[in-house]
């Protein structure tokens, strides 16, 4: 089993709305099409959010066709930029629904569980009671090999900013980790000897560390890093 791990497109309302200086669109464009030219067998994409740059309707219809035109399946993690109910309608053909974007699936014998990080106070995460008793339940020692996916990094990335938040002339921001990483950890510890990894976006560059013996991933943006 093999996926592409892609994130944080940022597409805005038109196809040339521009977001730190540049196109996002485009971006994605080469992006769909340089996974399209793989010349190795790929199974499905995992988006791990922010398809949108500010959660509007129009960002979603700019942002179908081009993610359409990937020739593989493909599943999203809600952003904090995203509105899960306009991704589920729009990308997916879906119902919409106020409810969280949590879901799972499987491939090829691997057990997949996404959950939406989104906090109360943007740009931090935050995983509810309930999804944490998801996660318990999902995280017994024994299974299938289990790969889970958010947006929000529940690990110190040992960058000051990210992990304790910055002040601009707009304002103070928390960190943009999951803020009850530690309650997120001991859900998932009885599963670490089948734990693949812990997938995530948020932070537009690339990341990979073993953490409590787990390997932790991020993708950098399709358009710009930080």
């Given at each position: 089993?093999?996926?592409?791990?892609?994130?944080?497109?940022?597409?805005?309302?038109?196809?040339?709305?521009?977001?730190e200086?540049?196109?996002?669109?485009?971006?994605l464009?080469?992006?769909?099409?340089?996974?399209?030219?793989?010349?190795?067998?790929?199974?499905?994409?995992?988006h791990?959010?922010?398809?949108?740059?500010?959660?509007q309707?129009a960002?979603?219809?700019?942002?179908?066709?081009?993610?359409?035109?990937?020739?593989?399946?493909?599943?999203?993690?809600?952003?904090?930029?995203?509105?899960?109910?306009?991704m589920?309608?729009?990308?997916?053909?879906?119902?919409?629904?106020?409810a969280?974007?949590?879901?799972?699936?499987?491939?090829?014998?691997v057990?997949?569980?996404?959950?939406?990080?989104?906090?109360?106070v943007?740009?931090?995460?935050?995983?509810?009671?309930?999804?944490?008793?998801?996660?318990?339940?999902?995280?017994?020692?024994?299974?299938?090999?289990?790969?889970l996916?958010?947006?929000h990094?529940?690990?110190?990335?040992?960058?000051?900013?990210?992990?304790?938040?910055?002040?601009?002339?707009?304002?103070?921001?928390p960190?943009?980790l999951l803020?009850?990483?530690?309650?997120?950890?001991?859900?998932i510890?009885?599963?670490?000897?089948?734990?693949?990894?812990v997938?995530?976006?948020?932070?537009?560059?690339?990341?990979?560390?073993?953490?409590q013996?787990?390997?932790?991933?991020?993708?950098?943006?399709?358009f710009?890093?930080?």
């Open positions: 089993m093999r996926f592409v791990h892609i994130s944080d497109t940022h597409v805005g309302p038109t196809p040339d709305s521009e977001s200086g540049r196109a996002p669109l485009a971006y464009e080469g992006l769909v099409e340089a996974i399209n030219s793989l010349t190795f067998p790929v199974d499905f994409v995992l791990t959010g922010d398809v949108a740059n500010l959660a309707e960002e979603y219809v700019t942002a179908a066709p081009a993610l359409a035109r990937l020739r593989l399946p493909i599943y999203y993690a809600a952003g904090n930029h995203d509105n899960p109910a306009l589920r309608r729009v990308l997916l053909g879906q119902q919409a629904s106020p969280r974007f949590d879901y799972q699936f499987e491939v090829a014998g057990q997949f569980a996404v959950f939406d990080s989104r906090g109360p943007d740009p931090a995460g935050h995983l509810e009671p309930d999804q944490l008793e998801t996660l318990r339940r999902l995280c017994s020692p024994d299974g299938p090999p289990l790969v996916a958010l947006h990094p529940p690990l110190p990335l040992d960058a000051a900013w990210i992990d304790r938040g910055w002040v601009t002339e707009k304002g103070t921001f960190t943009m803020e009850n990483a530690e309650a997120f950890y001991e859900a510890a009885p599963a670490r000897a089948r734990l693949c990894g997938f995530f976006g948020h932070i537009h560059r690339g990341y990979q560390a073993l953490h013996g787990v390997l932790h991933a991020s993708a950098p943006s399709s710009v890093q930080f």
